[in-house]
């Protein structure tokens, strides 16, 4: 792991990731209320679990049904709100902008880790704003969004929940390909792990988080995990250690597509809203 002082280099750096589209400071403060809502899809990574389909390209630029697998992301975003930010690697933000081109861009220049692509946000979600986090590579059917939707709406309303972090999970069978939270009889998360080799839990938690303005100090302190990622489990982790972790079931269905390409192949087939995601 690095130092908090190499760490603190890293990530200073990575606010200084070029951006296109992106508000200025007025604009990031002008008629700011309590119930607005920043979102921030994350669409980098190298797509290596996708090869050889990625070789050349994207893999939130791949088909998805009708388009590519990117729309559907800011489809779901842009029924939440209009500030929409694609955080994804220099090569593919021409391609993103042409099916994209009312969001705005910040560039991702390595894969390392969906934290790093949130501070890339930094200079984009506006003061006292919640940040809704979506991973471009998650697809959600409508039970799914209304949940998450309902969440968002409720948070950015009520001041109390302001001081929340949410995440939102599924079981599953195979929870050592993802993020696992354990919680207590009580209900209370107790527990969260990246990609354990002995799941604590069945609970896999989604790509869709919900943060506060507590964000980026907890991003200042984040250090590269044993995988050299700056994990957002580790986000979400430091939300529990402070009492202040939400965790909500999302009862439809779910389906991370940038799994393998069997899953890939899957969601082709699969009956969210018999055959689309609109």
């Given amino acids: 792991r690095k130092s908090q002082a190499q760490n603190r ?10 951006c296109v589209n992106l508000p200025t400071l007025q604009e990031r403060k002008r008629s700011l209320t309590m119930n607005e809502v920043d979102v921030v899809i994350c669409a980098g990574g190298t797509g290596t679990r996708l090869r050889p389909l990625t070789a050349g390209v994207n893999k939130h630029l791949l088909p998805m049904w009708d388009e590519p697998l990117i729309c559907h992301a800011v489809r779901f975003a842009k029924s939440i709100s209009d500030r929409v930010l694609i955080v994804t690697e220099p090569d593919a933000i021409g391609s993103m902008s042409k099916v994209a081109d009312d969001c705005c861009f910040a560039v991702q220049d390595g894969p390392n880790g969906i934290a790093d692509a949130i501070n890339g946000s930094r200079f984009f979600c506006r003061v006292e704003s919640t940040i809704l986090v979506l991973l471009a590579d998650n697809l959600f059917d409508s039970q799914c969004r ?62 869709a988080y919900l943060f506060n303005q507590q964000l980026w100090h907890d991003l ?59």
């Fill in 220 to 278: 200042f302190h984040l250090t590269l995990s044993d995988r050299g990622e700056y994990e957002v489990t580790d986000l979400l982790r430091a939300a529990m250690d402070r009492g202040e972790l939400a965790w909500h079931p999302v009862e439809g269905r779910w389906q991370d597509v940038g799994g393998s390409i069997n899953q890939y192949a899957q969601s082709f087939v699969s009956q969210f809203e018999s055959g689309n995601n609109k």
């Fill in 146 to 207: 209304d949940v998450i939707r309902s969440v968002v709406k409720s948070s950015s309303s009520q001041s109390e929940e302001l001081r929340t972090t949410h995440c939102f999970v599924s079981k599953v069978t195979n929870a050592s390909d993802y993020g696992v939270l354990l919680v207590d009889a009580d209900g209370f998360a107790v527990g969260i792990e990246e990609k354990p080799s002995s799941p604590m839990s069945d609970l896999a938690v989604v790509g």
């Fill in 9 to 18: 280099d890293c990530l200073l750096l990575c606010f200084s990731i070029p």
